[in-house]
């Protein structure tokens, strides 16, 4: 089955072609900001598979295809707003206003990486055009204080995190909205399913964002749930469940804005389901060749949600190959000097793992810290020595 066929909520569809009346809100340098943002994530995506094959980043969760679904997110959550990432999530955080390295740091095993409070500072790397919120993330207040959650890499764990969330900022009365993300296969998963049913009975401010990429590691989306649709799943929540493209980008944001306010004026919580497909390997410990068909990933290229924008963008006049040329090699040299300060950073001394994972330790993790330092200063020494 193409699900790319099934109705969902669209208006550009993969050939570029308008099929609805785009929202007021699409003004072309939104939009234009939209695409310059989706082709800077890509560029970055690229080379981060570069520095894990090159032995510079650990195991990377690329976000091809994704594009679209992160780039809405982040631009529609408001700066007082909180967001429950999963690991796929860089693209919105990006245009949350978190310095792209954080992402490096974060996959290259430094904790620090989930440190949100150092925000944006490629803000004054050369121009800002075209009205990229990464690059120039001016829809954030400048003393906003981010509290977002880290990545969750755990499967749906971060969706009880959520309810957790979205039920203090209720508490706290502050018409603030929370957002969640999780992938397809976390939906079959009883902890997406039980804060599905808590955010609908405590009616809280909490916007589900399902990214269905169609696979859950190797495991078909048809082989995870029997209904056509994931967004079937909110009924029984008594939730509003919409279906969206989620390769077309007006679409996703169009659709999590509108439930982003419904959140805020106390009208409860609903859930997006977002299709579309993992154009890459699931991290870098996997080769999906071995489990998918190439016929399979090549019609899916058909759908990516780069593309189709620029195809738009280029016929009602507001984009050109020009254009193109130089926004790309603007993007390469902003992701060089991101990855440039990632590998500049001091690296963080072995006995922090203890320091940030335990409130306080015990006698036996005390000596364990000790050992390691012992060791990491004798492994120093032979070094020098
Ligand atoms: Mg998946």
């Known amino acids: 089955m193409n699900v790319q066929a099934l109705p969902m909520h669209r208006f550009i569809d993969h050939h570029g072609n308008p099929v609805d009346q785009l929202p007021a809100w699409a003004k072309p340098s939104t939009l234009k900001g939209f695409y310059c943002d989706m082709v800077l994530t890509r560029t970055y995506d690229n080379k981060a598979v570069a520095l894990q094959r090159t032995g510079k980043l650990g195991t990377y969760p690329s976000h091809l295809g994704a594009e679209a679904i992160g780039i809405a997110i982040g631009r529609a959550l408001q700066a007082d707003d909180v967001f429950i990432p999963y690991y796929r999530d860089m693209p919105a955080m990006w245009a949350r206003g978190i310095a792209m390295e954080k992402n490096l740091q974060y996959w290259g095993g430094d904790e620090r990486g989930s440190d949100f409070s150092v925000t944006n500072n490629q ?11 990464i690059l120039s993330p001016d829809h954030l207040p400048n ?6 959650l880290p990545f969750c890499v755990p499967i749906a764990t971060q969706c009880t995190h959520a309810v ?19 992938g397809d296969g976390a939906t079959s998963k009883g902890d997406f399913l039980e804060s599905i049913n808590c955010a609908g009975t405590w009616n809280i401010p909490l916007v589900f964002v399902v990214n269905n990429n169609q696979w859950a590691i190797s495991v078909p989306r048809r082989l995870q749930c029997g209904a056509d649709y994931l967004s079937e ?7 509003p469940g919409l279906t969206v493209d989620g390769n077309d980008i007006v679409a996703m944001f169009d659709a999590i804005q509108i439930s982003l306010d419904r959140a805020r004026k106390g009208k409860g919580s ?10 890459s390997d699931h991290t870098t410990a996997d080769d999906a060749s071995r489990y998918r068909s190439k016929d399979e990933l090549h019609e899916a290229w058909g759908f990516e949600p780069i593309s189709r924008l620029k195809t738009y963008l280029m016929r009602q006049g507001l984009w050109s190959e020009q ?22 950073i001091p690296v963080q001394a072995p006995e922090t793992a203890f320091d940030f ?29």
Do not use: F
């Not at 957790?164 to 999780?182: M, Q, W």
């Open 233 to 239: 799943k909110a009924k029984g929540a008594g939730i």
């Open 123 to 133: 803000k004054t790397a050369n121009t800002t055009p075209h009205n990229s919120a």
């Open 357 to 385: 994972l335990y409130e306080s330790l015990n006698t036996e993790l005390h000596q364990q810290r000790d050992e390691l330092i012992n060791k990491a200063m004798r492994m120093q020494g032979g070094k020098h020595g």
């Open 270 to 279: 609903t859930l997006i389901e977002a299709i579309s497909y993992r154009l």
């Open 143 to 148: 003393d906003s204080h981010c509290r977002d």
């Open 323 to 344: 254009d193109d040329k130089q926004w790309q090699e603007h993007c390469q040299e902003v992701v060089e000097q991101a990855v440039e300060r990632y590998l500049n």
């Open 164 to 182: 957790g969330v979205a039920s203090a900022l209720k508490i706290e009365g502050s018409h603030k909205a929370a957002l969640v993300t999780c």
